[in-house]
């Protein structure tokens, strides 16, 4: 018998497949598929042979830890972060690491990864700034036509997100984003529109907030008129997680997917609506018809099998290693501190070296099967010839981060909580479950599929070893009760007024002495709620002396002073940064700038590595002989970092953000973070537009970074006239002028001599991330078409306009290093 082939469906026949579905479906089979039949599927109709797809948070791995019964659960590899994926400048490594994300998605069960984030960084405070691209449209859409295309060339979809204006955390539930069509339409939908057109993804992601008024998940102009309309997109449009607010209004409007299920507004009321004439029959097929269509993008239609895909590999290790060492940013190399040679003694210090701060907080965030520290990444790179030393020096916690048991237990010797689950409120009968949480803080605490909904109860055993004396802080939360027990004496207790019946979430705190070197036995007890929803579940813990025992910072400054070099590793806490919440200031928190003044004052070959994905002050810039932005390097960072502190690797990161001196000079501190409305009154002047406009210097301009080496530019070739609205080419020669091999990125901006609207300075149009070798020298091709030139006019065209004329063409290293220049007339 022949061989039997899977044929790929032409569009026609997939069109007339969608139309033959549609016409035997019922009302209520066709509203179904307009939700979630859960928190990641959407619906199944079995009669009909219509699969359900599941979905998975991302976007830098894919979250699918403790995720629920409905789907796989297990570590995946945890990759650098959105900010670090644009500091690389590097579209082709980036569509390599969407890729090996897809394989990843595959492997975990699933369809679409619900990424990238493309929101603009309009202010150095917003809690997501680390899960997106830049501030500047033109970068981020180039990264994210990247990102989609390295994935959805694997058959898993993207999910564009947040459309749109979804700039800060502050009351972005209910918030609204008041902005003028211009700068809408050039500043916060110009990257949504490049990658709707270039790379297809298969659903977008409306936003939380309301868009001058209405509800981004409602809004006709940028769902329908924008969207669909002018960008030709489409596929679906989803609500982010309980954005959806209306039955009619956001159908109408474009909105295909509430999430997550089950249907909230979109089940029998939308029935009904349709039923009583308050919305057509037809929209409704409209979305249905969507969902069918993506559908058979996913492949699930066919029933052919889908590829398996694999997770946590040597090469996607090694490729995380890889984006982590392309993204790191030297700031600052006075003397040529950098890289580290000729020492014997290094000192190791700070808060983040030996605990790897691999991402920031909320849904983006995921366990890897492992995680490498600073400390360990330079233990391992230098240890055999440099003794290396570490001192705390400080904590920068806000508030008591999770306890991490840190001594292995049970049969297998697992670091970690070991967890039993119980039908019963009270740990008896058979155990249902068991697995070992890393720790325990968890907003939603996921249950294994075998634990009932309702009444269980569980219990968490580990040991902990504290590598310092004194008094802890110890915490517990939870909508329940709670129980933490050390060395089997009850110890905090969050018992509820009616114990079991509440969702009210119930505190308790205690300080308890804990001796260095002693092995602690923790045993935590939950009983959940009667009543069903989500379950949040948190045993937090920090080393917190009295003033007067604490000797962190002198031990610190001694230890620097007995070094050859100091490395401080500075930065955010755990979840410090994260969706849900902005960060309340610039500053490093707790004692960290006092602690980087005192060991610089102790050695001055002291450089400074910060974990963060946004701007920070830093008010001991001129004290210090470097400074290197690590963002946040995933699981490989250690790793990473102690390559580009030897010298193993050239930094090559840009700064994908403008870093201002201190917060008032940022262009937003006017205007952020609004009450129930946010007024965007910078308009287009976001970033190094405000910067240059203004003349405000900076701390680090936009585009900036440092390397081992030298880059000449020369031999700028470009014609000195054009026709309007035809593309053109700029060519420009770089050579390593310097003695190592390194990677440079020459960026290309335009200046508008002259307009009908006012313009910023320069604004970036092109961009090359290229590795040369010593004294090797390459020749760069940028093509610029029309929309290079062009803006939007909201008065008379209502559409993108170039206006001949003189323009100049700036090439160079960073938005405040132009090197080249040349000016054209379009005529």
Known sequence: MAAKHSITPTQAEVESRIEQLLAQMTLEEKVSLLSGKNAWQTVAIERLGIPSLTMTDGPHGVRANRTGPERISGPATSFPTGVSMAASWDPELIERVGAALAEETRAMGCDILLGPCVNIMRTPLAGRNFESYSEDPFLAGRIGVAWVKGLQSKGVGASLKHYACNNQETERLRGDSVVDERTLREIYLAQFETIVKEAHPWTVMCAYNRVNGTYASQHYHLLTEILRDEWGFDGVVISDWGANHTIV?????????????????????????????QIEESTVDEAARRILRMLFRSGLMDGAPLPAGEVNTPAHQALARELAEASVTLLKNDGGVLPLTGISRLAVIGPNASEARIGGGGSSYLEPPYRVSPLEGLTARFGDHVHIAYAQGCDNTVAPPALKPNVPIGEKQQIGFLGRFYRTPDFSGDILAERVDPYLDEWHLHTPQSVPERGFSARWEGAYRPEISGRYHLQLRANGVLRLFVDDKLILDTTADSPGETHQSNEATAYLSLDAGRIYRLRVDYIAPVEPG??????????????????????????????????????????????????????????????????????????????CGAPVEMPWIEEVAAVILAYYPGQEGGHAIARILAGDVSPSGKLPVTFPRRYEDNPTFLNYPGTRQVRYGEGLFVGYRYYDRTGIEPLFPFGFGLSYTTFEYHDLEMPSQAPCGESIEVAVTVTNTGAVAGQEVIQLYVNDHEASLERPVKELKGFRKVRLNPGESRRVTFLLDARAFAFYDPYQAKDWVVEPGAFDILVGSSSRDIRLQGTLRLV
């Open 534 to 611: 989500p379950r949040e579940l948190k045993v937090l813990a920090r080393y917190e002396p009295l003033p007067e025992d604490d000797n962190r910072l002198e031990q610190a400054v001694a230890l620097a002073r007995d070094s050859d070099a100091a490395v401080i590793f500075a930065g955010m806490p755990r979840g410090f940064e994260s969706e849900g919440y902005d960060r309340p200031d610039m500053k490093l928190p707790g004692a960290q700038d006092e602690l980087i003044r005192a060991v610089a004052a102790a050695n001055p070959r002291t450089i400074v590595v910060l974990n």
């Open 249 to 277: 209004e956001s159908v109408a409007g474009g909105l295909d997917i509430e999430m997550p299920g089950p249907a909230k507004y979109y089940g029998r009321l939308l029935v009904e609506a349709v039923r009583t004439w």
